[in-house]
């Protein structure tokens, strides 16, 4: 489903590289779990993938497409990869219908609206549609983001530290009913989490990122092996 | 640095950011190789005998205006942010408002009230008593005005500073049995030098700045010098030593700024709010603030104003009228489009700094704000001797079409945009403040959600940026529309805006007149002020 072959990245005012040479390939629907300390390139490697960030080197293909090698760079706008963002980045300006719709490109007003219900039908809030972001909770602002995220269907969802600006107490069960719905529709997903239970209970496969390099761990029941 | 712009390819965005900077740097490029034309005779004059009058004057107005606004502004920040007083709310935003009195409106004022046979003599002479004399026209007189019309500059930055402080610090200070006033100068001072120093400068800039009250006043600085070597003797290379001069000047002030900001800022980086709770004041300390203020708002609010409305409503009818309407008409058609201008150039500037951050555009970001440490006399000085030079290679293609020679020069086009270099920096500031604010996830976020660049700006970034958009183009057009030194130089034959309208007629003898002129000024800025701090509580972004 992706691929990454050799992708290393250095910030430009960084001595040493944040990404070293990481090798991944994942089957469509598996859910992987990136962990390691903080600094250690986690989130880059999803700002990478989304092509937020440009590789030194390196390839990734998304199923046959070409997103990234060599004179080849996929804008983000163009890769169709939807994106949880640590703290939502819901558009404060927009109702929770609007933030949905806008990434509905292509799509006339009727199809727009009866995709609208759909995603908010599957994040069971369907009645929010007309509310502004900042008149959520914190859980229900994550259910939107999902929301707007799978909306136009992408073929791979990246999650930015999901839980980590959720109260311990609500932890468990936003974690289950995040996932719940990943399973549900069945999407290839790459999370980015510093909380190794978030990894052990939700992950297909873990990896582990420290100084740039990345090992597999053998963390979970289901362990494919890494490449 | 370089390769990586190669690698990523010339944006469309950096080539006219980088544009943009050409044409704010290019003013101080061409002062400089004028610099290197041979000495003129005038110039051998002025500096034998002149010279050191300038520097002279310059300095005890900037010296002494920046003591009294740095005590006054730091006293009233600290009394406004620590203390509980009755009305703090409206005395908070009173002592805002002399910002929007120009010094120089306020010089004619000053001016009108204490020369002989003034306000203050009919006023003493209906009363019977004898006139007093006060030399108002001098230094002492210069200093006095300015310190009155500047203090808000020190006030609002210190104000910011004081109200992050935590409590804690001043908490620990007393109970390591330091008292409140050693605790004041021993602590707080020190710590607040960053601020302090900042608005300070700001208030120096702006007396170096300043040609309407100086000239009024009748001191030689080095504004009116540089008019008078440009417009008096006809001598462009003596006023771009002069300009030169009065940049070393600035330099100096701003890398004294540098010195004495020091560490400072790492304390600010660590102050955080401790919710605003203010204490009681003593009863002397209650007396010392309320009289001051209450001086400080008569001198620098009241008494001006009722003048102005006093003088207005004398004033003749048909002298107020005359050429009112195109006067109007300049005054806004220069104001909105500089201020439209400052705002795209903002946005840009701002854009690419969010957007590709790299060394390169910091030091446009450093450029643009330096901008405005310029003085108008320096930039108008440039900006003429730029465009002349331009008009003198473009002769030939205005000979073929038929235009006046010195075409640019001569029209509104230099006016507009040496006003925009000018106050690039007011706009760049806002919406600078507003896209750190703002960040970049919102723009990612739509780029994965497969939207362009331009539709993101459009749907997202510019909702999100509006405020911050708003209150810019509310600086700029403001300062257009108070702004004086530069439109006097470089404005067009028989063009006249508010401004100008106001130093002609006060420099005729027809301060009545002016005082209508002068309140239409002061009414928008007002205006402007209030709608500003309406915006500031309302961004919840």
Redesign the interface.
Known sequence: MIKLINISFQY?NASTETLKNINLELETGEVLAVVGPSGGGKSTLLRVI???E?PKVGEIFLGEKCLCKKGTFV?????????L?Q?Y?????MTVAKNIE??L?GMNTTERKKRVKEVLGLVNLVEYEKRYP?ELSGGQQQRIALA??IA?TPKILLLDEPFSNLDTHLLQSVREELFGIIREIGITTIMVTHNPEDATTQADRVIEIVEGIASEKNWTKNNKGFI | MFA?FKE?GLSPLFVIVTLIIVAIVLPSVFIFIRLFHPVTESWLHIKEYVLADYIHNSLVLVAGVSVITGILGTFFAWSLSKYQWRFGLLLESLLFLPMAIPPYIAGYVYGGIFTPFGTLDRILNQVGKEPIRVDILSKGGAIFVFSLFLTPDVFLVTKVFFEKLPKNIEESSRLLGRNQSATFFRVILPMSRGALVGGIVLVMLEVLNDYGLVRYFGIPTFSTAIYQTWFGMSDVDGAVRLAASLMSIVIIILLMEQFFRGRGRLSQARAISDGGIKKRASKVYKVVFYVLTFVYLSLALILPITQLVWWSSIAKQTNVMRRFGSILFNTISVGVIVTILVVVCGILIGNLNRLNP?ILSKIYARIVILGYSVPASIIAIGVLVTFISVDRSLSGLYGILDLKNLFLTSSKFILIFALTIRFMAIGFNSIESGFSKMGK??Y?????????EWYTFR??DF??LKPAIISAAIFAFVDVLKELPLTLILRPFNFDTLATRVFTYAGDEMIHEASVYSLIIIGVSIVALILLSFIRKGT??
């Open positions: 430009d989304a092509g937020l440009k804008n983000p706008e163009k890769r169709g990869i939807g994106m963002f703290d980045a819901l558009f404060p300006h806008y990434g490109i900042h707007r995220a136009a | 990586r990523r790299s996830k919102h990612e976020a739509s780029k994965l959600l497969g939207r362009d749907y997202v909702p999100i919840r972004i």
